[in-house]
Structures are given as structure tokens and as C-alpha cells.
């Protein structure tokens, strides 16, 4: 069914709504800001387990964000974007996932 507006405004407030969490989220530890890219050194909320609100509201930013791209992409471009991060995960395309560590 057809969402008024299409599902853009929707996803746009799952990301901010779940950007705010995170912001709260940063704000209670001893490094109140959300380190930039650019940043290396260690936050200390690198080192902790993520409190539940903290993953859920990661994982809601993840999706929702990339539901949006799905979205507002072509078709093309979205199944290139798979493919080049399926031929990254399994460059051989023989089911080993070597570089699948890094979302443990």
C-alpha cells in the first residue's frame, strides 16, 4: 500500500529519531560527543559492551538508512552497490567470508 508522500519522510524520522538516541546515548559517558571520522583516538564507549538502547537504535539508523538509498536509487545502482559489497565480503564467490570479523 501506497504511503501519503511516499516512504522518504518516514525513514528520514527513523534516522533522526534514532540519531538523537545515539547523540543521548554518547552524551552519558565520560566523552560526551560522537567522535568524528577523522578522530582516532579511542572513545570510551569503544571499549563497552552497547547498552541495549544504544544497539537498537544503531540498528534501526543502519536500516533505516539503508532502506532510504534502496529507495531513492535507481535499481542499477543499488544492485551494482550489492554486488561490489558481496564481491568485497566473498571476493572468490566460494562462500569463505574473509573480511567477515569486522561485524562480529
Known amino acids: ?3 501519503p508522500g511516499g516512504n522518504v519522510p518516514a525513514l528520514v524520522a527513523l534516522i533522526v529519531s534514532a540519531a538523537k538516541t545515539i547523540e543521548a546515548e554518547y552524551a552519558k559517558s565520560s566523552k560526551p560527543s560522537i567522535p568524528s571520522l577523522d578522530d582516532l583516538s579511542p ?3 569503544d571499549a563497552e559492551i552497547s547498552s541495549p538502547g544504544l544497539k537498537e ?4 539508523l543502519e536500516g533505516a538508512c539503508a532502506q532510504l538509498c534502496a529507495t531513492v536509487a535507481r535499481p542499477d545502482h ?3 552497490n550489492v554486488r561490489c559489497f558481496m564481491d568485497w565480503i566473498d ?3 566460494d562462500g569463505s567470508l ?3 570479523a569486522l561485524w562480529r
Open 91 to 93: 571476493p572468490d564467490n
Open 98 to 100: 574473509s573480511h567477515s
Open 43 to 45: 572513545h570510551p564507549l
Open 57 to 60: 537504535a544503531t540498528r534501526i
Open 1 to 3: 500500500m501506497a504511503v
Open 78 to 80: 543499488t544492485i551494482v
